[in-house]
């Protein structure tokens, strides 16, 4: 019998976040070897009753994951550069954000819009540029994976990402959270948002295959204005496949997804099991405590 509710979470600098019914729990791994922690309330506008609409709780979901997802980071990158004695400010993460961003629109849209209109022309078709485009633009998200996770810093985030899925699992399975029992467990995960992002490239690639390529203003801002869609469509197959994972078609669909995440995943030292171990505990005994009130 697994358990009632679905936890997930996120790893960060030195650390996990842990998302559960009503609340968000950060462990991370102080530079002097302590783990601090803190829980922040879930607002119920964000699992109040639209939650429960199709497409319209993929918006919120992945809304909510990106501001506890900032709120995480900077807490754990802060943590992390206590022994600098540095803080890091509100300027800087917003340099940051926007360098990113800039990042991703040039290597993610416009480089793969480019190219595939480049190569499409040769064919005079539509239909084969669009394709070209989204399988470029694929290609490069797996490259671009492949190559940060060279980086040893990321090695690390990547493996403690090892270390929330495995917790996540001994938690679905009703498994105490000892380091031993959560070692059997699996780094990959159904619920994964790498998972997530290739499954927005795979349906992206779909849906624009409809999509015309002129005006030339309709091709770029088609990219942009149908994203929210694409991205719940994507959030409903991942949450589908997550309800489902025992299923053998669902398997069979959640394969290359599963696998993709031997890039983004490694496997934990004992040391970061337990910090996501102490995130989801301290998750869980905020919800139970929660819980409690209400009844």
Known sequence: MGSQHT????????????????NVSVAVRRPDGSIVSRTDRINPFWTGPFRSFPLIR????????FYFGMRSLIFSANIA??????EIGKFSILAMLTTASIFAIVVFLLIPLYLGDLIGNHFSSDLIANVIEGLLRLIIFLLYVFLIGLMSDVKRVFMYHGAEHMTVHAMENEDALTTENIRAYPT????CGTAFLLTVMVIAII???FIPREPIWWLVSSRIILLPLIASLSYEFIRFTGFHSSNTFVKLFSLPNLAL???????????Q???????????KKADDENESLKN
Not at 59 to 65: D, G, K, P, V
């Open 81 to 86: 550069a206590e022994s600098e004695n540095e």
């Open 261 to 271: 995440q031997s890039l983004t995943t490694r496997i934990p030292d004992d040391s």
């Open 58 to 65: 993929g918006i919120l979901a992945l809304t909510e994951t």
């Open 207 to 209: 849906l624009f295959i």
């Open 273 to 283: 099991i337990e910090v996501a171990v102490k995130a989801m505990n301290t998750a």
């Open 188 to 191: 990959a995960h159904p619920r």
């Open 7 to 22: 936890y997930g979470g996120q790893a960060i600098v030195e650390g996990v976040m842990i998302r559960g019914r009503t």
